[in-house]
Each structure stands twice: as C-alpha cells, then as structure tokens.
C-alpha cells in the first residue's frame, strides 16, 4: 500500500486507544524515572530543575548524561554535544513519519512530536506499515510515556531509595526486548533486513571504535541513508 493510500487520522478515540495500548511499557518507564530522580538529587540537582527537566526534554538517556556533567562549572558545549548525539535518531524518526504527518495543521504536527520516543514511534511504524492508523499510537502512547517518566522523577526524589540499581534487576533490558519485538513484528523482506544489518554493524563498529555515544547517530544514519537511497516499491 503507498503512503498516499494509508490511513492518517488522529482524534480523541485514536489518541485514548494508543495510551492505554502503550499504558504496559509504561509502567517500566516510571521505574528508570525513579532512578533518574534518584540519581539527580544525589548529583545535587534541586527537585524543581529534575521536575522540570523531565517534564520539558523527555529523554531518559540524555537526561542521565548530562548528571555526568553537572556541577558548580556546567561545560556547556560538551553538553550540547552530547545530548545531541544520543537524540540524533529524533532526525531520522522525523523523516521516517513526515509522509504520515505533512498533512497535520503544523501546531498538531509538532505537539505530536513532542512526545515521540521509541517505543511509540516503533508502534506507531508497526501500525502504518500495515496500513493502520498510527497517529493515536504515536501521540496517545507519546503522553502515557511522558506522564510515566515525569511521575517516576517525582517518585525518584522522594521514594527512590526502594531502587537505586533497576539493572541489578535486569529491568535496563525491556526497552531494548521490546523494540526488537517491534522490528520482528514489522516487513520482512531482504530490504530491511539488509538495512537493520547495516545498521546494527555500523553502530556496532562505531560503539568499539568512536567516541562514547557516536553509536547512536553511526547505526540511525547508517540505516537512515540506505533506506532512503534504496526506497520501498509501492503497490
């Protein structure tokens, strides 16, 4: 089915749908934010700068990097560095749904993508290449996976003690299981295979080689350029 062809709708029973769908990932997405709540008061930053943080940038990874550098001198360059290495692959996220949200008011096209991350935008990539609505995934699963993260920091900053180490527990591991469930469950054919292979080698090869956190933009922009140069046949 080509692009033109596949549904795009985004309305109130579309976005409730996706919440509750995503309401499961969720519930592990309030653990990591009580780690990260956690983590930041031990680092010293105030309850209203951890709150605000999570409330505004939503990004787990990135949030945890920059308490690597906080402190009385904060270098920000580094920083801005950093974080924009590990949310590269927001670029390629954009790419891959402008087909699907072009057609938004740009207000609603850009508040969906506030609230983008991966597990939604996998989700929501699922549902599209099936030929489903996705719009209520990306958005409806966007705010259940904002609220959980911004509750965890506030339940880290004053509960956290009853878990300071979630990879002792193996729970580091669910986000990653659970994105490759999405890529099992989505096309299969020789196209993506061979562009997940490139990119799980790229960023493999980059992870061994290149700078901390390089990995991410190397595997996205890797699997990126060869999915747009070798494009999809419609039919």
Not at 98 to 125: E, I, T
Request: proline letters at 4%.
């Amino acid at each position: 089915m080509s692009v033109e062809n596949r549904p795009v709708r985004l309305d109130a029973g579309e976005v409730w749908g996706g919440f509750k769908q995503l309401l499961p990932i969720s519930l592990f997405v309030v653990v990591f934010g009580v780690a990260f709540g956690l983590a930041a008061a031990q680092t010293g930053l105030d309850d209203v700068s951890t709150l605000l943080m999570s409330a505004l940038v939503f990004a787990g990874a990135a949030q945890f990097a920059v308490l690597d550098m906080w402190g009385t001198h904060v270098p920000i360059v580094p920083l801005v560095i950093t974080v924009f290495a590990i949310n590269a692959r927001h670029l390629l996220m954009g790419a891959t749904l402008y087909p699907w949200l072009k057609d938004l008011p740009r207000a609603r096209r850009y508040g969906v993508m506030l609230v983008v991350s991966d597990a939604n935008w996998a989700m929501s990539m699922q549902a599209f290449n099936r030929g489903k609505p996705g719009l209520g995934l990306l958005l409806g699963g966007g705010i259940a996976l904002w609220s959980a993260w911004a509750q965890g920091s506030w339940l880290g900053l004053y509960f956290g003690s009853a878990i300071q180490d979630p990879v002792s527990l193996g729970l580091d591991m669910v986000m990653g299981c659970f994105l490759l469930a999405m890529v099992i469950g989505g096309q299969k054919n020789l196209r993506m295979l061979v562009i997940w292979s490139l990119a799980a080698c790229s960023s493999l090869l980059a992870y061994a080689y290149l700078p901390e956190n390089s990995h991410v933009v190397v595997g996205a922009l890797a699997g990126g350029v060869l999915g747009a140069l070798w494009m999809e046949k419609k039919q």
